[in-house]
């Protein structure tokens, strides 16, 4: 079995519990495991619109084990957005939660069987060609809908759920709370992580704004929570850090972007005084999630650092002409190398049956230093990638949705607070404001949306604003 879930320590713990009120041991998540065996039959493709909840995440399991790869959707995802996927990729089955089958149910296939809480459909697409180790499908932009996925491999995830259990030392005791969605590859990195350490994992779709989520984290008495800069922004704001703390807390992990230094500060003091570890941690869907972390007791330090390569990582910084920066304070692109790294990525289903492109070595992008120590530190992204509230979000791909959609130029740029979207039409503030919110997901303050006459264009159609303008 996958994660070898069938040798666990005490099969007759919860494996999964969630805030419906269901739950599952480890036992009879392999029973489901076989029980989907005869189902799909032969190894596939499956769609799997995903909410937080048990059926997810044991569809999810069930899929890797049974050799079964799963790309993992939103099940909020608009149905353009599924209808485009599905004739990019050709499904062979779509799974799809029972209390939402109003929506998806026909536009799923032909219904064949339920399992706990979710319908499975059979497509008319024929059987593809799957590469051998391919195990899971995740979009490299979080929910924009882009047929741009990363192909991920057996071995990095469990490579990545082994390493990252070694570095917040998981133990059947622990009890995370996955609010992070499981189409992410962070909110997918608490969930198998913790089952390969034998751990109960509870689920929820509540906000962190809705008073049952407290009520649900305290009476499972939670012990590990793991959020993204929007949700320790949000704990802010309902002063959580002013609060005694939990009783049974005792990690508070992040990861999703870069902190303030000022939010960061608040974070680490407070977990200091309250006898929790905080770990700060960096990753990419390229890495399978966790690339590097901070250990706790440097938390106060080397603030807003995001530390060293996990365990069996490696993390070297290069300049343009891929030479290694060794000197401190120097500024340069960031490399990671690790069994972590996936395959490389999908743009349509013949993608599928590729080998592995990226061998291991994942240039991230991202601009950092290292300081006299060797602790890391991110200071800006060398790709039109924005990554808000733990969403990664490409320009290009909402640059090309609103020239789909609205007779209008425009140009998309940003930083890690907002999204700032330009276009030449004044008549369509509101409605292109109202789209991108729509399209991306992401908070109503961190999208606006500005009028210009004219986007400046050089004669072979390049943008000169720079990314302050």
């Known amino acids: 079995m996958f994660l070898a879930l069938d040798s666990i320590s005490k099969p007759n713990q919860n494996a999964l519990v969630d805030s419906y009120g269901n739950s599952i041991t480890f036992k009879e998540l392999i029973e489901v495991t076989k029980d989907l065996t005869s189902v799909f039959g032969n190894r596939a493709l499956v769609f799997l619109l995903s909410n937080n909840e048990i059926g997810s995440a044991a569809l999810y399991y069930a899929c890797l084990s049974n050799k079964v790869v799963p790309l993992i959707i939103g099940a909020d995802i608009s149905i353009k957005q599924f209808d485009d996927l599905k004739e990019t990729y050709h499904p062979q089955y779509i799974c799809y939660p029972s ?143 002013r609060k005694n703390k939990y009783s049974s807390l005792n990690i508070i992990s992040q990861g999703g972007g870069k902190l303030s230094e000022e939010l960061y500060t608040t974070i680490a003091n407070y977990c200091s005084e309250n006898q929790i570890e905080f770990i700060p941690t960096y990753g990419q869907t390229e890495a399978t999630a966790r690339m590097c972390f901070l250990p706790s007791d440097k938390s106060l330090t080397k603030v807003c650092s995001i530390g060293k390569a996990i365990p069996e990582g490696k993390v070297y910084l290069v300049n343009d002409q891929h030479q290694i920066v060794n000197q401190t304070g120097i500024a340069a692109e960031m490399v990671y190398e690790g069994p972590n790294v996936t395959m490389g990525y999908a743009r349509n289903y013949l993608d599928l049956s590729k080998n592995d492109e990226f061998k291991g070595v994942l240039f991230t992008g991202d601009i950092a230093y290292q300081d006299e120590d060797g602790y890391l530190f991110i200071v800006g992204r060398k790709k039109r990638f924005l990554k808000l509230y733990g969403l990664r979000v490409s320009l290009d791909v909402v640059e090309h949705s609103i020239k789909n959609n609205f007779k209008t130029d425009v140009y998309c740029t940003g930083d890690d607070t907002q999204l700032k979207v330009i276009i030449t039409e004044e008549k369509l503030l509101e409605d292109v404001r109202h789209y991108v919110l729509e399209f991306t997901k992401l908070y109503h303050k961190a999208v606006e949306v500005v009028f210009k006459e004219h986007i400046p264009r050089n004669e072979s159609g390049k943008v000169r604003f720079n990314d302050k303008d």
Not at 117 to 125: E, L, S
């Open 99 to 241: 209390r939402q089958q109003e929506k998806w149910k026909k536009y799923c296939g032909d219904h064949i069987t339920s399992l706990l809480d979710y319908g499975i459909a059979k497509t008319n697409f024929k059987t593809i060609q799957l590469q051998d180790n391919l195990a899971l499908l995740l979009s490299t932009s979080g929910s924009t809908g882009s047929p741009k996925l990363v192909r991920h491999s057996y071995d990095n995830i469990e490579s990545n759920a082994k390493n990252v259990a070694k570095v917040f030392n998981i133990s059947p005791e622990d009890k995370p709370i996955a609010f992070l969605p499981l189409q992410y590859t962070m909110g997918l990195s608490v969930l198998t992580s913790h089952l390969y350490a034998g751990a109960t994992v509870y689920l929820t779709d509540l906000k962190l704004t809705d008073k049952f989520f407290w009520e649900y984290l305290e009476s499972s008495q939670i012990t590990n929570f793991t959020g993204v800069p929007f949700s320790f922004e949000i704990l802010n704001k309902l002063r959580f850090f």
